[in-house]
């Protein structure tokens, strides 16, 4: 009898240590369940305000290319009479040679590139674009055997190409949150006394033209020398007449945002009356209005580009907003099969309890 006591003790106390030790077990498994599901509350409150954050600089970034779209509208004005008396005057000089110092064309050593690029990140692909169109006319230029001078405009773009020895900035401009004609005025006049000093013997500007809000294009365009009949010519040949001027219209459709860009001819078949006189030379009032074209072109480009770079950012932050929201989705699914496993074993550790103790 003492030994089956013992023997039943032995057991017993053996049952009692695994009973014990699953017990131990389960309740480690418990806790990680626990540790697990409190991380996934934390990351769907994170990604729940990150969502917030990226919604609003998404609105922030719709009103502020309504603000550029009206900034160009108002500019037309001044654009379309600066045009007509450019080509009034030059109706007068077709028959005289044009002696300017902005239509100088002189053999080509130096070359100077104005990037336009932005501010501030977080809007996609739109910096990168640039930088590389500058990366690949750059290496065009050097292989011609040119020197080559860069004015940046905007931080990113000269942040950039501070970390590369190779890009030689002479200048530098911030791109500001709305450009007006005294910006565009600073730019054009670093750009006007380079050229006419012959430091530089041609000025290419590389911008993003505005296109719609899903679409942008970096161009690459001559500004100077400039043509006297108002064009401002590509690197490939093609000419931009100034009689054709474009505007962007930001509106709404079926609850979205929708861009249109229509060509408005300008007028200048009237121009200026034929019986016109001009109290000082046609070719002195052509040297007053080309700078005056300049600023306006160079304007015209800031402009395009904060467009262009808002509308960048305001898709980059929608595709934000939609990204967190998947990912918060999933979280939740998660979320709740781990609290689901959770009821289910604390339903089958109160079921097996309540059979052990029956």
């Known amino acids: 009898m003492a030994a089956i006591s013992a023997k039943q003790t032995s057991f017993m106390a053996s049952t009692s240590f695994a009973s014990s030790k699953k017990q131990a077990v389960v309740q480690r498994g418990a806790l990680q369940v626990s540790a697990g599901m409190k991380e996934i509350r934390d990351r769907i409150s994170s990604v729940k305000n990150t969502s917030k954050i990226t919604e609003a600089m998404k609105l922030v970034a719709a009103a502020k290319v309504r603000r550029a779209q009206e900034a160009v509208i108002n500019s037309r004005p001044f654009s379309e009479n600066l045009v007509k008396v450019l080509y009034g005057v030059n109706q007068r000089l077709r028959v005289e040679d044009v002696d300017s110092p902005l239509c100088n064309i002189r053999p080509v050593k130096t070359v100077m590139l104005v990037v336009i690029t932005g501010d501030r990140g977080l809007c996609g692909g739109y910096n990168n674009f640039i930088l590389k169109k500058t990366e690949a006319r750059f290496k065009e230029l050097q292989a011609l055997g040119l020197n080559v001078k860069v004015v940046a405009i905007g931080r990113k773009g000269a942040q950039y190409m501070k970390r590369r020895p190779k890009f030689n900035i002479v200048k530098e401009f911030s791109l500001g949150k709305a450009p007006t004609m005294q910006d565009s005025q600073a730019i054009s006049d670093e750009l006007f006394s380079s050229f006419v000093s012959e430091e530089v013997d041609k000025v290419e500007l590389i911008y993003t033209k505005?296109?719609?809000?899903?679409?942008?294009?970096?161009?690459?365009?001559?500004?100077?020398?400039?043509?006297?009949?108002?064009?401002?010519?590509?690197?490939?040949?093609?000419?931009?007449d100034a009689a054709n001027d474009e505007i962007f219209k930001l509106t709404s459709h079926n609850g979205k945002f929708e861009v249109?860009?229509?060509?408005?001819?300008?007028?200048?078949?009237?121009?200026?009356?034929?019986?016109?006189?001009?109290?000082?030379?046609?070719?002195?009032?052509?040297?007053?209005?080309?700078?005056?074209?300049?600023?306006?072109?160079?304007?015209?480009?800031?402009?395009?580009?904060?467009?262009?770079?808002?509308?960048?950012?305001?898709?980059?932050?929608?595709?934000?907003?939609?990204n967190a929201k998947e990912l918060r989705k999933d979280l939740s699914a998660k979320y709740n099969r781990q609290r689901q496993a959770k009821i289910t074993q604390e339903l089958a550790e109160l079921v097996g309890g309540a059979a052990a103790t029956s």
């Open 210 to 240: 505005f296109v719609s809000l899903i679409s942008s294009d970096p161009a690459v365009q001559t500004l100077l020398p400039l043509a006297p009949s108002g064009q401002l010519c590509n690197v490939d040949g093609t000419c931009v």
């Open 260 to 322: 249109t860009r229509e060509s408005k001819p300008i007028d200048t078949d009237g121009g200026l009356d034929a019986g016109l006189i001009f109290e000082q030379e046609p070719a002195q009032i052509l040297d007053s209005l080309l700078p005056l074209y300049l600023n306006a072109a160079m304007l015209r480009s800031l402009q395009e580009s904060l467009a262009s770079e808002l509308a960048a950012r305001m898709n980059a932050m929608a595709n934000a907003s939609d």
